[in-house]
């Protein structure tokens, strides 16, 4: 049966849908020449009746019913953009076993259920799509299935959420504490009222899971990840950083050891004068070592509704033209089974310490002994700020690469030694 | 037919040839897992009988006749390594008429002869893909191509050659001359003993011609690129640039104005903190600005025969799966019949200029005068640097945007004006 058109449903008419929306609507005619096909928006799921959507499209598009959406007959390709777990998965579940193709930006349920969804895609013959879910309109997901398939992926170095990107921008160049960077930064629009997602790494880690299933043909949850918020890190951290070469960063890290890949989301130290520490503000970008095309970084905005739906579209597109074809194209799942979990506590980084301690001979010997009782060597030691009116001192100590678990040992008996008032901070290095 | 395997004819046993030779070999079972059926070397044309190939290859798996290659009966793929225009677009046009698909990494004949060679590739019913052609390893060409197909793209910023970026970074970082760091360059093997082809911009000119036609859908020739080299460039060049908070790269400009494309290679001032300044030594890195996806940078090394390989073979394993899948791809050819290329004359960019003058009063109104009579305003001037003895002073003058032909005539102007001993240096300012 010859196709004259390509029927799109789309659930959800936030900032990506609006956008999305939009771009199907200003675009129609080019789209129309690259998919061969008329790109037709069938029916649109919005329960916010009141929302504005664009005059383009007729008010019996839209609907507060997901079956409408989900069996319409007409639609081949739904676009699901409600975000959140539930109900996107059922939805998504759905319009795979009525045999729609599925393009998602939700980096939430493709982090939690990927594997089932795309498992669920092969047996019902479909397609299905997320490029939008990590970067935005940055092309990762296509690049690492597809161009860097000869590849193989040892490390992913990345800063995958904006505002977190930003606030810790301002705070280096500002010299600003967190909460008020934060408190401005959701003024501006930049976070989100409830910010905890963003500020405890969590979107971050979302996004590492959906990249290392890919990079490491695995089939990881975002509770594989080890996950880390920025909220700790004080106005002084980012002057002790720079004094040692260093720039503080959000960063989620995937590394391969043999069979064993360790992820983790936390803000760490990396040298200035690396590709990631110049990353300022909203932009996200994406370093990954390969065997051989060498260190790549993917860098551009991470968010925004026509960064997203430049990467919705392009998912469309590539299906449109399958099908215009007539080509069957379902997801690849080639797991390699061998592939497990490396514990957070079996990492090796140096470290960097924030100690608040009297002012006074021996406090040092004492530190020392504690961190050398766990292993760890101490690489430079600063002793700042003191307080002669308190008689207290700052000490900033970085370690040589350590074991976690020491590490985690030593906090626990610094944090019971006398002579230690406080552990203001730990931060770990992340050399690229 | 069920196809039982992918022949492969590999054309030269160079740099990127043995790496690609070297990854067939020693990556057979992934790649065969991948393409879903083995990718075996059929036939390889080597003129150099002498030279060195990996011991996978059999003995007689070579040859010195290139027919042996063409119309080898069980080649599916002919991958085109041979470099330079002749008779590399001879050997591709045969191999096309022959019904073979083609994969390359000649960005001189695809940036020459690249919308022939595809009109040629979809007459006869065959792929032709060459991802290797830019930006070696990184992934560029495909995600101009798929996952950028949504968006008008209006600007390409590009450092393209790694040689010529290797040795600005070395004269920026090291304050050296540029005759004496091409001679380490070409000692240490990052350039070549004829560097002409690097060093005067065609290399770039070549890339950016390439990128130009899939982002603009035209099909420029190299001769549409108005290119100048970097041999001009001193080391004092970079300190002034610095002082006005400047790098100084060689940079590959496209950028669209309506239906007009203006194509240029050649230094630029651009501002230190855009990502394109931090870009060092022999990395690659390609800023695209577009109407959804934002501001994107792809960044990575630009040579080598592994990096190159890495997109060699995601060309191979492309085709191979739609033959697998039995999918007829043949490149898309989308021209827009509108675009024309805006002469560098008619560009308006800032200007910096490096005179050498008399130091005596009314030099600088004189020099004014010219600059002003050609419609060219100052923004800011220093004099630099007087030389007591010859009485001589180096003026150094920043412009506000102005038009490349007056700029071209006060250029002309000031040569022959008495009171300017020497037009040292003029370089374009780039706002990224």
């Known amino acids: 049966m010859m196709k004259k058109e390509i029927g799109i449903g789309l659930l959800g008419l936030g900032t990506v ?8 609507a200003t675009k129609a005619g080019s789209l129309a020449e690259q998919a061969r096909l008329p790109l037709v928006l069938k029916k649109v799921l919005e329960r916010d009746v009141s929302k504005r959507y664009p005059a383009e499209l007729g008010p019996n598009l839209t609907t507060t019913n997901p079956e409408e959406v989900l069996s319409h007959p007409e639609v081949d390709i739904v676009i699901e953009l409600i975000g959140g777990e539930h109900p996107a998965t059922e939805y998504m579940k759905r319009a795979i076993a009525n045999g729609k193709h599925v393009v998602t930006a939700n980096k939430e ?11 669920l895609a092969r047996k019902y013959n479909v397609d299905l799509r997320y490029e939008a879910s990590v970067g935005s309109g940055i092309p990762l997901i296509s690049p690492f299935q597809q161009d860097l398939a000869a590849n193989k992926i040892s490390a992913i170095r990345a800063i995958l959420n904006g505002t977190t990107n930003y606030i810790l921008t301002r705070m280096a160049k500002e010299g600003l504490e967190f909460a008020s960077t934060l408190k401005q930064a959701q003024e501006l629009g930049y976070a989100e009222a409830n910010p905890a997602n963003d500020i405890e790494g969590i979107d971050a880690a979302y996004k590492l899971v959906i990249l290392s299933n890919i990079a490491f043909r695995a089939k990881f949850v975002p509770q594989d990840v080890y996950c880390e918020g920025i909220a700790n890190i004080a106005a002084r951290d980012f002057l002790y950083a720079r004094e040692f070469g260093y720039a503080i960063k959000l960063l989620a890290i ?24 110049k990353v300022d503000g909203v932009y996200n970008a994406v370093e990954v070592e390969t065997d051989l095309a060498g260190k790549l970084v993917f860098y551009g905005e ?22 215009y074809r007539g080509v069957n194209n379902v997801p690849e799942l080639r797991l390699d089974r061998r592939i497990t979990v490396k514990p957070v506590s079996d990492v090796k980084t140096r470290y960097y310490l924030r100690l608040n301690a009297p002012d006074r001979p021996g406090v040092l010997a004492q530190i020392s002994k504690v961190l050398g009782d766990n292993s760890i060597s101490i690489s430079s030691v600063i002793q700042k700020e ?47």
């Open 17 to 24: 849908g609006g956008g999305v929306a939009e771009v199907l």
């Open 109 to 119: 349920v493709i982090a939690k259920h990927g594997y089932e969804l795309l498992s």
């Open 254 to 277: 995937a590394k391969k050891d043999g069979d064993k890949v360790e992820m983790r989301v936390h803000p760490v130290f990396i040298p200035q004068d690396s590709q990631l520490a």
């Open 302 to 323: 991470g968010a925004g509704g026509l960064r997203a739906s430049s990467a919705v579209i392009a998912d469309v597109l590539a299906i449109a033209r399958n099908i």
């Open 386 to 432: 003191s307080d002669p009116a308190a008689q207290t001192a700052i000490i900033v100590i970085m370690t040589y690469p350590a074991e976690e678990k020491g590490m985690q040992k030593a906090l626990k008996q610094l944090k019971q030694l006398p002579v230690v008032n406080e552990v203001s901070n730990f931060i770990r290095v992340e050399e690229s």
